[in-house]
Structure formats: C-alpha cells, structure tokens
C-alpha cells in the first residue's frame, strides 16, 4: 500500500498539472511559407521535399514564391551563393531572370555580395549580364558599390562595359569613388574607366569623392590625370573644392570636419 507522503505527493502533482495552463499545439506553417524557410536557409533536402509536395497537392509554379518582401526564391539561393539550391529551384521551374520589386534579376544579388560561383551558375541558365533593374544598375554598377574587384574583373572579360552609366548618368568608378573604394577605383582607372564623365548633376567622380571626403580615392583620381577637374563647377555651380569645404564647415561631427579640412587643403 501507499504510504500516506506518497499519496500527497501524488496529490501535490495533480494539483499542479491541474493548475498549468494547456498551451494550444502549434500550428503546421502553411506550405508555401515552409518552402521559403527552406530555401532561405539553405536546406536543399527539405526543399526539395517541401517542392515534391507542392507538386502533389497542385500548387503551381511553387519554384517562383516571394516571401513577405517580394523577393522570390532563386534571389534569396543567390544571395546565399548557394548553388544546389540555384539549380533545385531552376529545375522545377524558377524564372532565372525574375525580377524582385526594384527590378533586380536574381544576378543582381549574386554581384552585390560579390558571389562568382552563383553567377556563374546563373549565366549557365540564362542570366544576362546586361540586365539593368529600375535605378539602372548593372551587375558592374552591384560590384564596384561592394568593392568586389574579382567580379568585376570577370564581368569585363564576359564583355561588361566598365563604363555603363546607370539612369543617374553615373558609371561604375562615380560609385567606387562615393563609396570610397580605393581599390576598386584603382583597378576601373587601369581599365579605361573615364574619370572626366559627368552625370545628371554634371558631377564627375571627383566631386562625388569630394562630397563624400573619401580622401583615398580623390587621391587615386589626382594621381590619374583629375586634377583638371578641380575648377569644373556641377550643377549648382560648385568646384570638387568648394563642395569638400561646404561640407566642413557644415559637418558636426568634429572628427569628420577634420577629415573634409584635410581634403579641402590637399585638393588647393
């Protein structure tokens, strides 16, 4: 028999089961949703599960979902650099030039990470390394904005003009000298990029270098035959000079204003 602490032991436990609140299960994610999960991260068994399913159950064109922002699978598997999932995806069906709410083709997301092997995959399969999404940005404009020097080396050999300007008149070397890319300002000046071409605002790559402070590249751009640019005025009348010292004095940053006054005085 029992003894009697066992019995309120029993008794205490049943009280407290009693008492716990039943958390309801949870619920299966809907199918289309666990196939995104899939191919965001990366689990090419479990995908091609989930497609096989979606096949059964009559759910078509399962290989060219979006996710919550737009943005379709074959983006997200280049994005990734993942090319089992690239070639899951395209062999069930996936547009290899799909584009994403900003107009970018899945070769787009490939070059801004600066991925060859899913680039390579992707022009296997149709991707067009002239494809240009609503801002005007090609595959070379991505990489020279990520400083992704390899690729833009492979693009140029499969054809890609360093040149290309994107809607805003702005070429791949304007980026790299905004986003102060000395490298791959450099390798774009080996490779014929025009340092005298002007955009929409009439503003050369070295007013945007100026604008910016990124003393490295306005460097890169004297160094290379620039300098007869210090007094071409943009749009709003102002030199690469006057812009690099409209911003010092305007900046608050103490330690930015120091870097603008560098500029200022080694640009004069």
């Given at each position: 028999?029992?003894?009697?602490a066992t019995?309120?032991?029993s008794?205490?436990?049943?009280a407290?089961?009693?008492?716990t609140p039943?958390?309801p299960?949870v619920p299966e994610l809907?199918?289309?949703?666990q196939i ?17 399913r979606?096949?059964r159950?009559?759910i ?9 922002g ?6 997200w ?5 993942n090319?089992p999932?690239?070639e ?6 996936a547009?290899?030039r799909i584009k ?8 787009a997301?490939a070059?801004?990470?600066g991925h060859?092997?899913?680039s ?10 002239e494809a ?22 492979y ?7 360093v040149?290309r300007?994107d809607?805003?008149?702005r070429a791949?070397?304007?980026w790299a000298?905004?986003m102060n ?6 390798w ?10 002007k955009?929409?605002?009439?503003c ?10 990124t003393y490295?590249t306005?460097k890169?751009l004297?160094?290379?035959g620039a300098?007869?640019?210090?007094d ?6 102002m030199?690469p000079?006057?812009?690099a010292?409209d911003k ?5 940053d ?5 870097k ?8 004069r």
């Amino acid at each position: 028999l029992p003894t009697s602490a066992t019995l309120e032991t029993s008794q205490v436990e049943l009280a407290i089961e009693a008492a716990t609140p039943q958390l309801p299960p949870v619920p299966e994610l809907p199918l289309k949703q666990q196939i995104i999960n899939a191919c965001k991260q990366g689990n090419i068994e479990q995908l091609e599960n989930l497609l096989d399913r979606a096949a059964r159950e009559n759910i078509d064109d399962a290989a060219n979902l979006k996710d919550e922002g737009e943005f379709p699978l074959l983006h997200w598997a280049a994005l990734n650099d993942n090319v089992p999932i690239i070639e899951c995806l395209i062999n069930r069906g996936a547009h290899v030039r799909i584009k994403n709410g900003r107009g970018e083709e899945p070769l787009a997301w490939a070059a801004l990470r600066g991925h060859r092997r899913a680039s390579a995959a992707l022009l296997r399969h149709g991707a067009s390394e002239e494809a240009i999404d609503d801002r005007g940005y090609s595959v070379m404009h991505h990489a020279s904005q990520n400083n992704h020097v390899h690729l833009l080396d492979y693009y140029r050999r499969r054809g890609c003009d360093v040149d290309r300007p994107d809607s805003k008149g702005r070429a791949p070397i304007h980026w790299a000298c905004y986003m102060n890319h000395e490298r791959t300002a450099e390798w774009l000046v080996r490779k014929g990029a025009d340092i005298h071409r002007k955009d929409v605002e009439n503003c050369t790559p070295l007013h945007w270098a100026a604008i910016k402070g990124t003393y490295k590249t306005v460097k890169v751009l004297i160094r290379n035959g620039a300098a007869d640019l210090l007094d071409m005025p943009d749009i709003t009348g102002m030199t690469p000079v006057q812009l690099a010292a409209d911003k010092a004095a305007k900046v608050n940053d103490p330690t930015m204003r120091v870097k603008y006054r560098k500029l200022v005085d080694y640009l004069r």
